[in-house]
Nanobody
Framework: QVLLVESGGDLVQPGDSLRLSCTTS????????MGWFRQAPGKERESVAN????????YYADSVKGRFTISRDGAKNTLYLQMDSLEPRDTALYFC????????????????????WGQGTQVTVSS
């Protein structure tokens, strides 16, 4: 069992920055592929950024490339999402997710590929 707890969501203005954190418990952190997903009202859950187990390769949605950065700290068992130049379209409930081991790239960004989910943290970007 892997427990995921997100934090860091807030109400901010366009152009501001936020850093989301996802603290994990359970098995060895580095053995999991992990990702940040978001879901806006009335929309499907979508992948924002993902990091592969082992080599730590990172992947981003086109809409956040150059603005968001995913990272992990093995010593703290924590996954981060640094979000810069936030836009109103980034408003959503953000989730952290994890699955054991590596998967093919095409599956890495699919919500159905993940076994463990946090409860989410709300990010609202509004002037």
């Amino acid at each position: 069992q892997v427990l995921l707890v997100e934090s860091g969501g807030d109400l901010v203005q366009p152009g501001d920055s936020l850093r989301l954190s996802c603290t994990t418990s359970g098995r060895t952190f580095s053995q999991y592929s992990m990702g940040w997903f978001r879901q806006a009202p009335g929309k499907e859950r979508e992948s924002v950024a993902n990091i592969m187990s082992g080599d730590g390769n990172k992947y981003y949605a086109d809409s956040v490339k150059g603005r968001f950065t995913i990272s992990r700290d093995g010593a703290k068992n924590t996954l981060y999402l640094q979000m810069d130049s936030l836009e109103p379209r980034d408003t959503a409930l953000y989730f952290c997710a994890a699955r054991a081991g590596r998967i093919i790239l095409s599956a890495l960004r699919a919500p159905s590929s993940y076994d463990y989910w946090g409860q989410g943290t709300q990010v609202t970007v509004s002037s």
